[in-house]
């Protein structure tokens, strides 16, 4: 499967913006879905993650309460919607999918890759 993230940009402060992950090759519902992102200069960290029936869902502790992950799996897409982005959101982000079930937050669990999209929030 191959995965293209779409949807970054410049916004700032309080703004928000929604990430998208399309895929081809295959159909999406056959894989666990992750978000990741990365800031200059640190490592790649969890953002989000949804399993493959998107029955459930996991976020990291900064992104709880603002992100929201779902998936359609008939249009073979997974969002991620960002509410009151911070400056310290900004980052580069990458969509990732795994064929095992039930959700993970380590790069290492993810068999697939999409390039990144970069979302830059000013102060």
């Known amino acids: 499967v191959q995965l293209q993230a779409s949807g970054g940009g410049l916004v700032q402060t309080g703004d928000s913006l929604r990430l998208s992950c399309a895929a081809s090759?295959?159909?999406?519902?056959?894989?666990?879905v992750g978000w990741f992102r990365q800031a200059p200069g640190k490592e790649r960290e969890f953002v989000s993650a949804?399993?493959?029936?998107?029955?459930?869902?996991r976020y990291s502790v900064s992104a709880k309460g603002r992100f929201t992950i779902s998936r359609e799996n008939a249009k073979n897409t997974v969002t991620l919607q960002m509410n009151s982005l911070m400056p310290e959101d900004t980052a580069v982000y990458y969509c990732?999918?795994?064929?095992?079930?039930?959700?993970?937050?380590?790069?290492?669990?993810?068999?697939?890759w999409g390039q990144g999209t970069l979302v830059t929030v000013s102060s």
């Open positions: 990732a999918a795994r064929e095992l079930p039930f959700t993970a937050t380590r790069p290492e669990d993810y068999d697939y």
């Open positions: 090759g295959r159909s999406l519902s056959s894989y666990g």
């Open positions: 949804i399993t493959q029936s998107g029955g459930a869902t």
